[in-house]
């Protein structure tokens, strides 16, 4: 697999490479030289094929020869050793339930994948590995759970204050070992720019062996390719082929992955970006002109992104042509007081408690349907994240029926564990050189 930066389309370097590097030094993110296209016969009898077994095709078709067959197939058997069911609330209506990991969110399928992968290239006695990731509140629960115990890596995640919920803040502060959680005084944004300007840093880069955690990482990409392939084979199984995606979005990886699944030969009709106040994408579909806003703070936390990194790997998938990238993506947005409106009416109407995240994946859904009557297609919305963990956000009759499952409630009994910093690079960059 060869790749390029976003920002120089003649650089050229292997997959491992990008791995380690995770961000080219111009600030670009890499892609794929060349996307193929899976084999008409493997999409046509997708339904045949397990969830492991898709993983393997999708991988090997993009990694080629990065990895050998039998390490790969075992790479994905340890990574990916849970479901991703797509459970159905009516005859045309499906929430992908991607919180069956280990840190109950979707991140768990890039950070389980993207930690093996990272480990399977390290060798004895190299540089230890620094991985640094900005979390609005799943990824750094994922990465911390990816990669607790994994040798020669040590892990720092930087979170904002007060705005990731207990349960999220408990799964990054609680693990001690090799990763260790600071405590930011800002926004995911501010969290984010750390990150960047981290990897951009002379000094850090000649002291340091850094790499990302965050979906900026292409290694993070391609295993959440995974389950979108997956979800066509079981809509496959139920006798619908025609389907929409609502995904909730705040970076702009998760449907990122699902628009690299389409070009890769996934027969999708249409994405909804389904997106919380924090409204770039949207609005830029819009205008045609693209503005980042300092992001605001919403029920739905993971979303609240101001500047989406991922936005530029997506507008380079459709050359930079943003009718063609309309043709396949709608978007709409959301308040919090519509995101309470869309959690009771999924209680009421589906009988389906669902996250902050997946109500408003659900409201897209809606409007989407309001909006386009003639497209019968089934409509499936990604359901992110467990409900239990944002116990504040519900309700208190539909906080009764989410079930709290056990490793949260060993969470509860941990010592939190967190360095505070401002959001100020010369603080940032003397944590990193004195720790």
């Not at 995911?188 to 002379?202: G, H, N």
């Not at 997106?275 to 936390?301: A, C, K």
């Amino acid at each position: 697999m060869i790749l390029y930066s976003t920002n120089n389309k003649d650089l050229r370097i292997s997959f491992k490479e990008a791995v380690f590097n995770s961000m080219p030094q111009d600030k670009g993110l890499y892609m794929p030289v060349e996307i193929p296209q899976l084999d008409a016969d493997f999409i046509q009898n997708i339904e045949q094929y397990s969830l492991p077994e898709i993983a393997y095709k999708v991988a090997s078709a993009l990694l080629k020869d990065e990895i050998p067959a039998a390490d790969l197939k075992a790479l994905i058997d340890d990574a990916i050793n849970f479901e991703a069911p797509a459970v159905k609330l009516d005859d045309k209506t499906f929430v992908l339930e991607l919180f069956h990991g280990p840190s109950l969110a979707f991140k768990d399928f890039g950070a389980r994948f993207m930690s093996r992968v990272m480990a399977y290239f390290l060798k004895d006695g190299e540089q230890l590995l620094d991985v640094l990731v900005a979390t609005s509140g799943d990824t750094g629960g994922a990465v911390a759970l990816g990669f607790l115990g994994v040798p020669n890596t040590r892990v720092t995640i930087l979170y904002p204050e007060g705005k990731v919920s207990p349960i999220q803040e408990l799964q990054l502060t609680t693990n001690g070992n090799n990763i260790r959680a600071i405590e930011v005084k800002g926004t995911f944004d501010d969290c984010q720019a750390l990150v960047k300007q981290a990897f951009a840093d002379t000094e850090l880069n000649s002291k340091f062996r850094l790499t990302s955690a965050n979906s900026i990482n292409i290694s993070r990409l391609i295993p959440q390719t995974f389950y979108y392939f997956n979800t066509y084979a079981q809509l496959k199984r139920q006798g619908l082929n025609d389907l929409v995606f609502s995904v909730p979005s705040g970076n702009f990886g998760n449907i990122g992955a699902g628009l690299l699944a389409y070009k890769l030969g996934l027969p999708v009709k249409q994405f909804i970006a389904a997106t919380n106040i924090n409204d770039t994408v949207p609005r830029f579909l819009e205008s045609g002109i693209y503005q980042t806003r300092p992001s605001s703070q919403t029920y739905s936390n993971a979303m609240d992104v101001g500047a989406p990194s991922n936005w530029i790997r997506i507008m380079d998938l459709f050359d930079q042509d943003i009718d063609k990238l309309k043709e396949v993506v709608t978007s709409y947005r959301f308040n919090d007081e519509e995101t309470l409106e869309g959690i009771k009416d999924l209680d009421e109407k589906l009988n389906y408690v669902a996250c902050p995240h997946t109500a408003i994946a659900y409201l897209a859904v809606e409007q989407y349907r309001k909006e386009n009557p003639a497209d019968d297609s089934a409509a499936v919305f990604l359901s992110t994240a467990h409900a239990c963990k944002f116990p504040d956000i519900f309700p208190a009759d539909i906080a009764a029926k989410i079930d709290i499952p056990a490793q949260v409630t060993a969470l509860e009994s941990l010592p939190k564990h967190a360095d505070q910093l401002e959001a100020d690079f010369d603080g940032f960059k003397k944590y990193l050189l004195n720790n």
